[in-house]
């Protein structure tokens, strides 16, 4: 097999030279949206709650524009990210369109998981919620006090059902009820809290399968 990496030129990459990184639109009151790195277009289109495939980069430093669709004037996101080698990472538009901002998620290195549990982590991505504590519908805390945009650790569950709510922080007052979370074994996942609290587009869970072993 042939493990040679080529870069957008055509030249011979090392392994140590890539990396892998993936788009989400979770910014609630943002237009569809057309993602360039370095001038290139990367992503065509991206609606509020999509999230593209891993792309595997070269490694380095990139100017991140995020353009309305079919616009390539008055960018509404443009940023500076470092990609470091061997490591994956999800980018993510978040707040509102008045102060939308890139927000840059890694995704941990997990080379040998175990094929009979399950990974899962809660990100918050709602611009308007406080801190939120993730429960059991009994009560029992699995996450605790997760501001916006922060992200929690993984940990290792056993695959089943769960029903799940998420808290306002140090409350039993559940704001978002999630009766049925299927949690398959040898899946690594996160949680994305995205949309508004008591406001439109409705707050909601999306649970998104990670990359668990970066070549």
Do not use: W
Request: hydrophobic content about 40%; proline content about 9%; aromatic content about 8%.
């Amino acid at each position: 097999m042939n493990n040679q990496f080529l870069g957008p030129n055509g030249n011979v990459l090392m392994p140590q030279e890539t990396a892998y990184i993936r788009l989400f639109h979770a910014s609630p009151d943002a237009p569809a949206v057309d993602v360039y790195a370095n001038g290139t277009l990367i992503a065509k289109g991206l609606l509020y709650k999509q999230i593209t495939q891993y792309l595997r980069v070269p490694t380095g430093n990139y100017t991140i524009q995020v353009f309305p669709v079919d616009q390539k004037m008055n960018p509404i996101i443009s940023a500076t990210l470092d990609i470091l080698p061997n490591t994956a990472q999800t980018i993510a538009a978040v707040g509102m369109l008045s102060e939308i901002m890139p927000h840059v998620i890694q995704e941990e290195f997990m080379p040998q998981i175990d094929p009979n549990k399950v990974y899962i982590r809660f990100v918050h991505l709602s611009p308007n919620t406080p801190a939120v504590d993730v429960t059991l519908r009994d009560g029992t805390k699995i996450f605790e006090n997760v501001e916006f945009t922060e992200s929690t650790d993984y940990i290792e569950v056993d695959p089943r059902t769960y029903a799940v709510q998420v808290r306002l922080a140090g409350t039993d007052l559940p704001i978002l009820s999630l009766p049925s979370v299927v949690l398959k074994s040898g899946i690594v996942n996160s949680v994305y809290t995205v949309g508004l609290l008591q406001s439109e587009p409705p707050l909601e869970a999306l649970l998104i399968t990670d990359s668990s072993y970066i070549p």
